[in-house]
């Protein structure tokens, strides 16, 4: 590429190469030829990937309720009838056995997930909504200076290119408030503009044009019930030249310039998944020809103020920089990093795309990020772009509270609530227990039973799981009416726990039975390898969680005072966390070994990370017995693995440890030969393939290394986990979430806090980790800690509203 030319592009669109933060722009230099390059945007309801070619540009469409499937009946009614007979083969340690009773007995009825392709069976997958192309008239004249970013400071998409004398400006946007793509597509030159517009998809799909309209409806399968119904709807508005609609298609002839909006909708009904809305299409409608009389400007100053005030919460600086980041692309940077170049920008740009990508796939109201958030230009998206919870779904919104965007977290709530309902009749079907439970795969169609393949498939602790998040929404904000309102689904789980566990015979121990340690198999002394066990650890540490956030919670509200002494009588009677001959965790309630030493799940190091039963200094022997875990599992795995990893040594508080796994999950994927975990060129978290649970996970873990709150006091800790590297040594944050409700912004020079200030959004007391040689004040400049020579934890009461300073 002509660096000239270039440069003159760059100047002709308004911008200086210096302009683009290397914090918070995607660049490339090239149109997308892969989804994997292509720029993500989103309102949480639609999403789009845009190419951004000059010559045929593809922008996949994606509404997060396109879903095929539908309500089923998957539980096998007679199923706990065979429970006694697999326990007793489980307390007589014949654990093949009880998995070939699960997998005969105990899985779902019907197909299940379709083995991970489920898009035309009841489970249904999660499906791109079709494609609007632009093709552009001149296909032959080449194009020079080609620029294209994504600015995550304003969620704006644009490509610049010159043709024929012409520059090229094309930015995409997604309005959060007003639910619309729209496409500015702008040319230096009069009359420089001519393109065919289409939408399509290649199955159950028909495109009209409708009074100058582009009109996309279908319906999606669902056996022989009716399938979702959705309708996407296009106009383009032009500023001179002409615009004709054919057979499924709208030409623009010599405009100037050109503005495209298209929105879309489903008939998913987020009150009751079980019934439909009306047909979506005169929604549609309603919405585009309710904004069709805005301009560009309208349009992108009415986004602005939906997404910038999220955006903006939170922000995280590294003073450092490197040559040359701000004008290199992406993929470059990502290959000069992994190379071990100096690029302390790179991973503060990965924290802002997470943000960035969780603004975009999760809304209130909506479904929660899936999979793939709600970026998946398949038909078969990989694993159904569903919502497995044994560890992807509650890995996407890790994030959320840390980094001031908990709100977004509703509709995970809303997601967890619809499951009661379901997850009781699995109860009953399967263990003829109270409450409810959900296992591994899930849908929004209520799917709660067991997976189709008992040893990845019957997991009972996923809902349980999930409850996680509705306790630590409550750590966080101490917002009570919310604690009320979920009280009972956190009951439920917890009540079909109680009421499943079983004595095994060595200890007396409570455990559950049967269950597996999320998709990891074992190899008894014998040489048996099964996955089906008698309480798996992390099945223990969770009902631990659960258990304890029920009886904390029974107490603030004042409710059930019996059940919550019954529920502490059982979790002291659980089977407890174990350290090995190695000297490492027990994954499973006996010393046995890995069936795979270097598995992606770790999930006996739950109790470290998300749970905090394990930590440094409460628990400082299993804390090293975790250590000791994860030096055995290795530092390689899938996306999201290498993800969590970065969250477990940051609460070990090994920062270089932590900074080690980030370059991992940074290395380079290239879309057309991925293999093993890392990015894309478009940072979409390479598990492979693209599974953006590890870009959230991975946002999660950096924000755990410069501020955690977790252990029982909630004391929160400043830069626990700060690499040595020299490009973390100096830096601000803020906007980061403590438990408790608190706000920390923080300044640090040399590796050492400078200043911090703690916003108290609810009084009560704060309990901080104070560095030596730094006092607190009050909102009056009151002293309320004074300096001392070591590191200590200072404990003081807060106003509602009042900031606190260490300095
Ligand atoms: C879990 C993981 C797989 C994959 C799938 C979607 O089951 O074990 O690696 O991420 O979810």
């Not at 190419?51 to 309720?65: A, F, K, Q, Y």
């Not at 772009?385 to 709100?407: E, F, K, R």
């Not at 991992?664 to 030969?673: F, T």
């Amino acid at each position: 590429m002509n660096h000239v030319l270039l440069t003159a592009a760059i100047l002709a669109a308004g911008l200086t190469a210096s302009a683009q933060r290397p914090d918070a722009t995607l660049r490339f230099n090239e149109p997308a030829a892969h989804y994997q390059e292509a720029l993500p945007l989103g309102n949480g309801k639609i999403g789009a990937l845009v190419t951004g070619h000059p010559v045929r540009d593809r922008i996949m469409l994606n509404e997060i309720s396109v879903w095929s499937g539908g309500v089923q009946d998957a539980d096998n009614d007679t199923a706990y009838r065979i429970l006694p007979r697999i326990r007793e083969s489980l307390l007589a340690g014949k654990n093949k056995e009880a998995q070939q009773l699960l997998q005969q007995y105990f899985i779902c009825k019907g197909q299940g997930s379709g083995h991970g392709s489920g898009a035309n069976v009841p489970f249904g997958a999660f499906q791109t909504l079709g494609d609007l192309t632009l093709q552009w008239k001149d296909t032959t004249s080449p194009w020079t200076g080609y620029l294209r970013t994504l600015n995550l400071e304003n969620a704006v998409a644009r490509a610049v290119w010159q043709r024929n004398g012409s520059t090229y400006t094309q930015e995409t946007i997604i309005s959060i408030p007003d639910n619309i793509l729209a496409i500015r597509i702008r040319s230096s030159r009069k009359g420089g503009i001519s393109f065919t517009a289409a939408l399509s998809r290649k199955e159950h799909a028909t495109v009209r044009a409708n009074n100058g309209l582009l009109e996309m409806t279908g319906q999606l399968p669902n056996g022989d019930q009716p399938g979702l119904k959705f309708a996407g709807v296009l106009q383009i508005k032009t500023t001179g030249g002409k615009q004709t609609t054919g057979d499924g298609v709208i030409t623009v002839d010599n405009a100037d310039e050109c503005l495209l909006l298209f929105s879309a909708a489903t008939d998913y009904n987020m009150n009751d998944y079980t019934q439909r809305l009306e047909d979506p299409l005169p929604r549609v409608l309603q919405t585009v020809k309710r904004l069709s009389g805005r301009t560009y400007a309208q349009l992108y100053a009415s986004q602005q103020n939906g997404y910038q005030p999220l955006f903006n919460r939170s922000r995280f600086r590294l003073s450092a920089t490197a040559p040359g980041t701000d004008t290199a692309s992406t993929p470059g940077r990502l290959a000069r990093y992994y190379a071990g170049e100096p690029d302390p920008q790179l991973p503060v740009l990965y924290y802002n795309f997470g943000r960035y990508l969780l603004i975009g796939s999760s809304r209130p109201g909506n479904l929660p990020a899936n999979l793939q958030g709600l970026w998946a230009p398949e038909y078969q998206t990989p694993w159904n772009g569903d919502y497995h919870i044994n560890i992807n779904l509650q890995m996407n919104y890790w994030l959320a509270p840390i980094t001031g965007l908990q709100d977004l977290s509703e509709p995970l709530h809303h997601y967890i609530r619809n499951l009661v309902t379901p997850g009781s009749r699995t109860a009953k079907a399967y263990y003829n227990a109270p409450g409810w439970v959900a296992h591994v795969i899930t849908n929004p169609w209520g799917f709660t039973s067991p997976g189709e393949g008992a040893d990845w498939g019957s997991t009972l602790t996923g809902g349980a799981w999930l409850c996680e998040h509705l306790w630590e929404h409550f750590r966080f904000t101490r917002d009570t009416a919310f604690l009320r309102e979920y009280y009972p689904v956190l009951k439920g789980s917890a009540e079909f726990l109680k009421a499943i566990l079983i004595e095994e015979p060595e200890h007396g121990w409570l455990v559950t039975a049967p269950s597996n340690s999320p998709e990891h198999s074992f190899i008894m002394p014998d040489g048996t390898r099964a996955s089906t066990a008698l309480g798996p650890t992390i099945d223990m540490q969770i009902c631990r969680e659960l258990f304890g956030a029920c009886i904390e919670a029974a107490r603030i509200l004042d409710a059930d005072a019996e059940w919550s002494r019954e529920l502490a009588a059982v979790r002291g009677r659980l089977a407890p966390n174990r350290i090995g001959e190695n000297g490492d965790l027990n994954e499973w309630l006996h010393d046995w070994k890995d069936g795979e030493p270097k598995h992606r799940h770790v999930s006996h190091a739950y109790g470290l990370h998300p749970y905090d039963e394990i930590t440094p200094w409460s628990t400082p022997e299993l804390s090293a017995a975790i250590r000791e875990t994860l030096r055995q599992r290795g530092d390689d795995g899938t996306g999201w693995s290498l993800a969590w990893k970065i969250n477990f040594w940051a609460r070990l508080g090994d920062g270089d440890h932590a900074l080690t796994l980030i370059h991992k999950l940074l290395r380079p994927v290239p879309p057309q030969n991925p293999r093993g975990g890392g990015s894309y060129p478009n940072l979409f978290c390479a598990h492979p393939p693209f599974q953006i649970d590890g870009n959230f996970g991975g946002t999660a873990g950096i924000a755990e290394m410069l501020l955690q709150s977790h252990g029982d006091t909630s004391v929160i800790r400043l830069l626990p986990a700060l690499p040595g590297d020299a490009g973390w040594q100096k830096g601000t944050v803020k906007g980061l979430h403590a438990r408790g409700a608190f706000v920390v912004d923080m300044n640090w020079d040399k590796g050492k806090i400078t200043q911090a200030a703690i916003l108290s959004q609810k009084g009560g007391v704060c309990r901080v980790l104070l560095p030596a040689g730094k006092s607190v004040a009050g909102g009056k400049g009151a002293v309320v800690a004074k300096p001392a020579n070591e590191t200590r934890i200072v404990e003081f009461e807060t106003v509602k509203g009042a900031k606190y300073t260490i300095q």
